[in-house]
C-alpha cells in the first residue's frame, strides 16, 4: 500500500504548483500591460501634448460595446488610436450584431461594459431606466453645447442628460443617377409639387424606366425603411411640433393628420404606375431588401429612391457617387413649402456604466469636435453634427452634403420617430404593420389602429 | 501603411496591442484549463483515497453532483424564474398576476400566432415522418441505398438557418415579364404559368413554404430511424404474413406498421418537439412578417426586440407546457419499448 500513496502524495503537490504558475502567468500579464509610450502622470510632450487633459490614467482598460463591426470599426480603433496611445489608456473594443438585444441582457446581468454606443434613444431609455447608466462628466455636458440643442434632448432621458452624441446620419434623401437624369433632361426637384411632377412624367414616359425603387425588407427588422417613409412625410407635412406629440403619442396613429400622412405616403410609394421597377408590383416593395432596392437605378429601371445617408455603402464596387456621377442624392423636399429644410436623421450615442476616471476621461475625450475631426479624416461614411467639426474635412459629396444639411441652424432637425417611441412600437408593431400595410393591402385605418393598440399603457 | 504619418505610430500600436491581447488571451485560457484540471485531479483522488461507509455516497455525489448542479444553474432555475417573471411586467419590476397570460389568450395577434404553432405542429412532423418512412420503404428495396439514403439525409448536416437561405432563394419571386430569380418560380414559369404568386406573400401558402424547410431538413432523419426499424421486423413474421396471403398495402398496414409502431411514434414526437422550438426558419425567411409568426419567434421578439420580459416569458411558459407532455410521453414509451425487449 505505499506506492500509491506516495505517487498520490507527488500528485497532490503538483497541482497547487500549476495553479501557482498559472496565477503567476496571469500577474505578470496584467502588469506588463501597460500603455504606449504614455508614462503616468507626466507631463505629455511634442504630439501628444494636446492630450494633457486626459493623462494621468496610464496603464488602465476601458470597455466598449457597439453594434459597428469591422471594418467601420476599425476606422473607429484608428481614430483614438494616438488618445490611447498618448495617454496609456487601453479602450477595448467589441461590436456585436445583437449589440440592441445583448446589451440589456448584459446590463441586467451585472455585465455591462464600461461604455457602450447606443444607435437608438428608445433603448438608452430602456437603459436609465435599469438604473445602471452613469450620468456624464461636466466636461462632456460643455462639449456638447457644440451640438444643436436638440441633440441634447435626444440624449436626454426625463430632462436629465445621460450620452453625448458621437455620430449623425441624414435620412431625407433621394438617391438618383445623375448621368440617367442629364441624359433624359430632368431636373433635380426643389420641392414636393416638383417631386411629384417629375415622377409622373417619368411614368408617363413609358420605356423600361419608373420613377421609383422601393424595397423594405430587412430581415426581422422588415418594415423599418417604411417608417421612414412616414416620418419623412410627417415632419415635412407638419414640421417638428406635431411630429414630437406624434413620438410621445399625444398625436394618435389614427389621428387625422397622421393619417393623411400616410394617404401622401401610399400615393408616392403605393403607386402601382411609379414602382417598383425590376421587382414586380406595389408588393414586392416588401419583400425586397433595401440593400438590393436601389440597384436597379444603375441599369436605369427606376429612377429614385428614397433612403438614407448610409446607402452609399449599399452601391456596387466602382460605381461613382458625386454630383456628375453614377449615383448620387438630393434633399428629400418638404410635403408642406412653410415647413423650412425638414432634415430626418440618425445618431449614436456614448452611455456609460462606470464613472472610473479613465471611463470619463475616454468619454470627455470622444465628446469634442477634435475627436470628431479625427473620426472624419480616417475614412468616409462617418458625420457628425457637432458644429466645431471642420466641414472641409469631409471628402465624399455624401458626407458634405449630410454634413451641411445636419449643421444648418435654419433646418427642421429631428430624430427617427421609430427609435424614439416604445419598442413595443418602433421595433415591433410599426414595422409590422406598415410591413402589412405594403405586403397585403391592409387598409390606411387598421393599420394605423393596431399601431395604437400596441402602444404600451 | 497609411500615408498620413501621424497615423503610422498608432496603427503599429494597433497590431502591437493586438498580439498582447492574443498572448494575454492565450495565457489565461492556459492557465484555466490547468487550474480546473488539478483540481480535477484533486477531487478525484480524494475521492479514491476515500474508504469505508463513505466511499460509495462520496463517489455517487462526485459523478452526479456536477451534472445536478449544472442541470439546477442551466435548466431549474432559469425555468423557475422565466416563470416568476411571467407575472412581471415588461421591466420585471411590478408584479401584474396573469395579465401576461390574459393577453395572450385574448390579443388577436397572437391569436394567428398560436394558430400558425399548431398548424406547425401538426403538418410538419406528419410530412416529415410520412415522407421519411415511404422514402425508407421506396429505398430499401433499391441498388446503391446507402447513396440515396446519403443524399436524403444530407440537409440533416445543415443548420436551420442555412436551409432557410437556401429555401429563401427557391421561393424569390419577380413580377411578371422580369426574368425571375428563383427556383421555383422558373420552375412554374417552365410549365407554363406565366405569372406565380409571389410566394412568400401569398397567405396561408406560405406557411407551408416555410414547413417544407422544416420537412427538407427532417426527412432524412426519419427515413433513417424507420428504416432500421423495418429492418429489424424479424424476416419469419413476413413471411409468415406473405404465406397467409397479405402482401403490397396490407403486408405494409397490418404487419409493418404495427412492427415499428413505437419507433413512429417517437420520430414524430422528436420532430415535433423540434418544430416547436423551431424559430430560425421564421426568423430568417419572414422575421414573423405576412402572417407566418410562430410561438418561439414571437417570444423572442417580445423579450429581446421589444423588451417587453414579461410578456416574452409567459410565452416561453406556454412553450413549454406545451413540448413537456410531448417529452414526458417520448421518454415513457422509450422506457416501455426498453422494458419489453
Given at each position: 500500500m505505499t506506492t500509491p500513496v506516495t505517487t498520490g502524495r507527488r500528485r497532490l503537490l503538483a497541482v497547487p504548483a500549476v495553479l501557482a504558475l498559472a496565477l503567476t502567468a496571469a500577474c505578470s500579464n496584467s502588469s506588463s500591460d501597460g500603455g504606449g509610450g504614455g508614462g503616468s502622470a507626466a507631463a505629455l510632450t511634442g504630439?501628444?501634448?494636446?492630450y494633457q487633459a486626459y493623462a494621468g490614467h496610464s496603464g488602465t482598460k476601458v470597455s466598449m460595446y457597439a453594434s459597428i463591426l469591422s471594418p467601420e470599426s476599425d476606422s473607429l480603433e484608428k481614430s483614438w488610436a494616438e488618445f490611447s496611445n498618448c495617454t496609456g489608456i487601453k479602450i477595448v473594443y467589441e461590436g456585436s450584431n445583437d449589440f440592441e438585444s445583448q446589451l440589456p441582457v448584459r446590463v441586467a446581468g451585472g455585465?455591462?461594459?464600461?461604455l457602450a454606443i447606443i444607435p437608438q434613444p428608445g433603448l438608452l431609455a430602456q437603459m436609465v431606466k435599469s438604473g445602471k447608466v452613469v450620468k456624464p462628466p461636466q466636461q462632456t455636458v460643455d462639449n456638447e453645447n457644440k451640438w444643436s440643442p436638440v441633440w441634447k434632448e435626444y440624449g436626454s432621458v426625463n430632462g436629465t442628460f445621460y450620452a453625448a452624441p458621437m455620430s449623425a446620419n441624414m435620412k431625407s434623401l433621394v438617391w438618383y443617377s445623375p448621368k440617367a437624369f442629364k441624359a433624359a433632361g430632368y431636373e433635380v426637384p426643389k420641392t414636393w409639387q416638383d417631386l411629384i411632377a417629375l415622377s409622373d412624367k417619368i411614368a408617363r414616359a413609358g420605356g423600361e424606366t419608373k420613377p421609383w425603387c422601393g424595397g423594405i425588407g430587412s430581415?426581422?427588422?422588415?418594415?423599418w425603411p417604411a417608417t421612414d417613409w412616414l416620418e419623412e412625410v410627417v415632419l415635412g407635412s407638419y414640421g417638428g411640433d406635431v411630429y414630437d406629440q406624434w413620438i410621445s403619442h399625444k398625436v394618435k396613429f389614427s389621428d387625422e393628420k397622421i393619417t393623411t400622412a400616410m394617404k401622401t405616403v401610399a400615393d408616392w410609394m403605393q403607386n402601382p404606375a411609379w414602382v417598383n421597377a425590376g421587382f414586380g408590383d406595389v408588393k414586392t416593395i416588401a419583400t425586397t431588401t433595401f440593400q438590393d432596392a436601389g440597384t436597379p437605378i444603375l441599369s436605369n429601371k427606376c429612377a429614385m429612391l428614397q433612403q438614407a445617408s448610409f446607402y452609399r455603402a449599399q452601391w456596387p464596387k466602382g460605381t461613382s457617387i458625386g454630383p456628375d456621377g453614377d449615383v448620387f442624392a438630393f434633399h428629400l423636399p418638404a410635403v408642406n413649402p412653410q415647413v423650412t429644410n425638414p432634415v430626418e436623421g440618425g445618431g449614436e450615442f456614448l452611455a456609460a456604466f462606470s464613472d472610473r476616471p479613465e471611463v470619463q476621461a475616454v468619454q470627455n475625450y470622444l465628446s469634442t469636435s477634435e475627436w470628431a475631426g479625427s473620426r472624419v479624416k480616417v475614412s468616409p461614411g462617418w458625420v457628425s453634427a457637432n458644429q466645431g467639426v471642420d466641414k472641409s474635412l469631409y471628402t465624399d459629396p455624401i458626407d458634405k452634403l449630410s454634413a451641411e444639411s445636419l449643421t444648418d441652424p435654419s433646418a427642421t432637425f429631428r430624430f427617427d420617430a421609430s427609435d424614439l417611441m416604445p419598442a413595443a412600437v418602433g421595433s415591433g408593431a410599426e414595422w409590422k404593420a406598415l410591413t402589412a400595410w405594403f405586403a397585403?393591402?391592409?387598409?390606411i385605418q387598421k393599420t394605423a389602429a393596431d399601431i395604437d393598440a400596441a402602444w404600451p399603457q | 501603411m497609411p500615408t498620413d504619418p501621424r497615423l503610422a505610430g498608432p496603427a503599429l500600436h494597433l497590431a502591437d496591442s493586438l498580439w498582447q491581447d492574443a498572448a494575454i488571451k492565450f495565457g489565461n485560457t492556459a492557465g484555466a484549463v490547468l487550474g480546473f484540471l488539478g483540481v480535477l485531479l484533486a477531487v478525484f483522488f480524494a475521492a479514491g483515497r476515500a474508504t469505508g461507509r463513505f466511499s460509495r455516497p462520496l463517489a455517487v455525489a462526485l459523478m452526479l453532483g456536477p451534472a445536478a448542479v449544472l442541470l439546477l444553474t442551466g435548466l431549474v432555475v432559469p425555468l423557475l424564474r422565466t416563470v416568476y417573471l411571467s407575472f412581471y411586467d415588461a421591466d420585471s419590476a411590478k408584479f401584474v398576476g396573469g395579465k401576461n397570460y390574459g393577453w395572450a389568450a385574448t390579443s388577436s395577434p397572437i391569436h394567428d400566432v398560436l394558430l400558425n404553432t399548431l398548424l406547425w405542429l401538426v403538418v410538419a412532423p406528419i410530412a416529415a415522418t410520412g415522407l421519411g418512412l415511404l422514402l425508407a420503404l421506396l429505398v430499401d428495396r433499391m441498388r446503391g441505398q446507402a447513396v440515396y439514403k446519403s443524399l436524403v439525409f444530407m440537409p440533416m448536416a445543415v443548420s436551420l438557418v442555412a436551409a432557410s437561405i437556401i429555401f429563401k432563394l427557391v421561393y424569390e419571386s419577380r413580377g411578371s415579364g422580369q426574368n425571375q430569380v428563383g427556383l421555383l418560380s422558373q420552375l412554374a414559369v417552365a410549365v407554363g404559368w406565366d405569372d406565380p404568386p409571389n410566394w412568400i406573400l401569398s397567405q396561408p401558402l406560405n406557411n407551408f413554404l416555410l414547413m417544407g424547410v422544416m420537412v427538407w431538413v427532417q426527412t432524412g432523419f426519419a427515413m433513417v430511424v424507420l428504416s432500421a426499424a423495418i429492418k429489424a421486423i424479424p424476416d419469419e413474421i413476413t413471411e409468415a404474413a406473405r404465406l397467409d396471403g397479405a402482401s403490397g398495402v396490407r403486408l405494409f398496414l397490418h404487419v409493418t406498421v404495427p412492427m415499428i409502431r413505437t419507433t413512429l411514434v417517437v420520430v414524430l414526437t422528436t420532430i415535433m418537439i423540434i418544430t416547436l422550438k423551431a424559430f430560425d426558419i421564421v426568423r430568417t425567411m419572414t422575421g414573423g412578417n405576412f402572417g407566418t409568426q410562430v410561438l418561439a419567434n414571437e417570444m423572442y421578439s417580445q423579450s429581446?426586440?421589444?423588451?417587453?420580459i414579461g410578456r416574452g416569458s409567459a410565452l416561453a411558459v406556454i412553450l413549454f407546457l406545451a413540448v413537456a407532455p410531448l417529452v414526458v410521453y417520448n421518454i415513457a414509451l422509450l422506457r416501455k419499448e426498453r422494458a419489453t425487449r
Open positions: 504630439d501628444c501634448a494636446k455585465n455591462a461594459p464600461d430581415g426581422t427588422a422588415t418594415g397585403e393591402g391592409q387598409s | 429581446f426586440e421589444q423588451y417587453n
